[in-house]
């Protein structure tokens, strides 16, 4: 994971972004669940 996060960063783009922003709203909604 931390291979292809650095491998993301050196290739930094809108797609990128965009997985990363759909990866925080997926973290977010199961820390929702684990809490309820």
Same mark, same amino acid.
């Given at each position: $994971? #931390? /291979?292809i996060y650095s !491998? !993301? $960063?050196k290739?930094? %783009?809108l +797609?990128? #972004?965009e #997985?990363?922003?759909f990866? $925080? +709203?997926?973290i977010v909604k /199961? %820390? +929702?669940k684990i809490r309820v």
């Open positions: $994971l #931390i /291979t !491998s !993301s $960063l290739a930094f %783009n +797609k990128d #972004i #997985i990363i922003k990866y $925080l +709203k997926l /199961t %820390n +929702k």
